[in-house]
C-alpha cells in the first residue's frame, strides 16, 4: 500500500504541472485555434528566469514575479511577430511557426542562461511528509495546492470577468465575436500572456523538484500535448484530467513495469486516444455546416 501511495504523489505531482500545460494549450487553441507547441518553453523560461534573477541577489518571491513578466512578454512577443502575422494560414503552417519559435527559445536560453541543470530551493523545506507509509515532499503539495488555485483563478476570471468573456466569445465564434465589437486579435494576444504566466508558474513550482534547464521544455510541450488530446483538444476539464491521468500513469509505468519506457507511455496514451476515442474524454466532435 506504501508503494502505491508513493507512486500515486509522484504520478500526481508531475501530472499536475502537464495539466498546467495543457491548460495553456487549451487557452490558446480555443481563442486562436493555434497548437503552441513554444507552451513548454514558458514553463523554462519560469524556471530558468527565477534561478538567474535570484543569483543576482533578488529575494525569491520578487524574482519569480519577474520571471512571469519575462514569461508574459515572450509570449505577447511571440503572438505578435510570429502568430499575428501568419493570421490565416492553414494549421499546419501554424504549427510549423509554434515550433520554430520552440527551437529559437530553446536556443537563446541556451545562450542567454547556459546549459547546466539547475534547482530552486523548496518553498517550505525538504522534511517529507509520511502519509499511509509514503512519502511526500512539502514542495509537491506547493505544486498540486498551486495548480488548484490557478485553475481556480481561471476560471473565475473566463466567467467573472469582461475579458474572459471575450476570451470566451472568441472562443466559440472568432467572426460573431468581431461583429458585436470585441477586438478578436487582442484577446488571442491575451490568451498567449495568460498561458505564458501559467506556464512560468508552472516552472517555478515544480524546479525545486525536478530540477531545470534550458531544453525542458521540449519535452513538456510534448507531455501537455498529450494531456490536452487525450482530456480533448479545447476541454478545460479534459486538460486537468488528461494531465493527472498521465502522470499517474507515468508514475505507475515506471514503478511496475520499468523507468525505461517512462517517457513513452504519453504517446502510446495519444495514439490510443486517436484509435479510439479521437475526440478525447471530454472532446466534442465538429460539425461542420455546408
Same mark, same amino acid.
Given at each position: 500500500?506504501?508503494?502505491?501511495?508513493?507512486?500515486?504523489?509522484?504520478?500526481?505531482?508531475? +501530472? $499536475?504541472?502537464?495539466?498546467? &500545460? #495543457?491548460? /495553456?494549450?487549451? %487557452?490558446?487553441?480555443? =481563442?486562436?485555434?493555434?497548437?503552441?507547441? !513554444?507552451?513548454?518553453?514558458?514553463?523554462?523560461?519560469?524556471?530558468?528566469?527565477?534561478?538567474?534573477?535570484?543569483?543576482?541577489?533578488?529575494?525569491?518571491?520578487?524574482?519569480?514575479? +519577474? $520571471?512571469?513578466?519575462?514569461? &508574459? #512578454?515572450? /509570449?505577447?512577443? %511571440?503572438?505578435?511577430? =510570429?502568430?499575428?502575422?501568419?493570421?490565416? !494560414?492553414?494549421?499546419?503552417?501554424?504549427?510549423?511557426?509554434?515550433?520554430?519559435?520552440?527551437?529559437?527559445?530553446?536556443?537563446?536560453?541556451?545562450?542567454?542562461?547556459?546549459?547546466?541543470?539547475?534547482?530552486?530551493?523548496?518553498?517550505?523545506?525538504?522534511?517529507?511528509?509520511?502519509?499511509?507509509?509514503?512519502?511526500?515532499?512539502?514542495?509537491?503539495?506547493?505544486?498540486?495546492?498551486?495548480?488548484?488555485?490557478?485553475?481556480?483563478?481561471?476560471?473565475?476570471?473566463?466567467?467573472?470577468?469582461?475579458?474572459?468573456?471575450?476570451?470566451?466569445?472568441?472562443?466559440?465564434?472568432?467572426?460573431?465575436?468581431?461583429?458585436?465589437?470585441?477586438?478578436?486579435?487582442?484577446?488571442?494576444?491575451?490568451?498567449?500572456?495568460?498561458?505564458?504566466?501559467?506556464?512560468?508558474?508552472?516552472?517555478?513550482?515544480?524546479?525545486?523538484?525536478?530540477?531545470?534547464?534550458?531544453?525542458?521544455?521540449?519535452?513538456?510541450?510534448?507531455?501537455?500535448?498529450?494531456?490536452?488530446?487525450?482530456?480533448?483538444?479545447?476541454?478545460?476539464?479534459?486538460?486537468?484530467?488528461?494531465?493527472?491521468?498521465?502522470?499517474?500513469?507515468?508514475?505507475?509505468?515506471?514503478?511496475?513495469?520499468?523507468?525505461?519506457?517512462?517517457?513513452?507511455?504519453?504517446?502510446?496514451?495519444?495514439?490510443?486516444?486517436?484509435?479510439?476515442?479521437?475526440?478525447?474524454?471530454?472532446?466534442?466532435?465538429?460539425?461542420?455546416?455546408?
Amino acid at each position: 500500500m506504501a508503494e502505491f501511495l508513493q507512486f500515486a504523489f509522484s504520478g500526481l505531482t508531475v +501530472g $499536475a504541472v502537464y495539466a498546467l &500545460v #495543457a491548460i /495553456g494549450f487549451t %487557452l490558446i487553441y480555443n =481563442a486562436s485555434d493555434v497548437v503552441n507547441f !513554444a507552451q513548454g518553453e514558458f514553463v523554462m523560461i519560469g524556471g530558468m528566469a527565477t534561478v538567474f534573477i535570484m543569483a543576482a541577489g533578488v529575494p525569491m518571491p520578487l524574482a519569480a514575479g +519577474g $520571471a512571469i513578466v519575462i514569461a &508574459v #512578454a515572450v /509570449g505577447l512577443l %511571440l503572438h505578435r511577430l =510570429a502568430i499575428e502575422p501568419a493570421r490565416g !494560414a492553414d494549421a499546419v503552417t501554424l504549427i510549423i511557426i509554434t515550433i520554430g519559435a520552440s527551437i529559437f527559445l530553446r536556443s537563446a536560453a541556451s545562450i542567454v542562461f547556459d546549459k547546466q541543470f539547475h534547482t530552486l530551493p523548496p518553498f517550505t523545506g525538504e522534511t517529507p511528509i509520511v502519509i499511509g507509509g509514503a512519502a511526500i515532499l512539502p514542495q509537491s503539495l506547493w505544486v498540486l495546492g498551486g495548480g488548484v488555485v490557478i485553475v481556480t483563478i481561471l476560471w473565475a476570471f473566463l466567467t467573472h470577468t469582461i475579458l474572459g468573456k471575450a476570451i470566451l466569445a472568441t472562443a466559440a465564434n472568432r467572426l460573431a465575436a468581431k461583429l458585436v465589437g470585441i477586438n478578436t486579435s487582442y484577446v488571442v494576444g491575451l490568451s498567449f500572456a495568460v498561458s505564458a504566466a501559467i506556464g512560468a508558474i508552472a516552472g517555478i513550482l515544480v524546479s525545486p523538484v525536478t530540477l531545470t534547464r534550458y531544453d525542458v521544455g521540449t519535452l513538456l510541450a510534448l507531455k501537455g500535448f498529450a494531456a490536452a488530446m487525450v482530456g480533448g483538444m479545447g476541454s478545460p476539464i479534459g486538460a486537468i484530467v488528461g494531465g493527472l491521468l498521465i502522470g499517474l500513469l507515468e508514475a505507475f509505468g515506471a514503478g511496475y513495469i520499468s523507468s525505461d519506457y517512462k517517457d513513452a507511455i504519453a504517446f502510446l496514451v495519444i495514439l490510443a486516444v486517436l484509435f479510439f476515442m479521437p475526440t478525447g474524454l471530454f472532446g466534442r466532435a465538429s460539425v461542420e455546416r455546408v
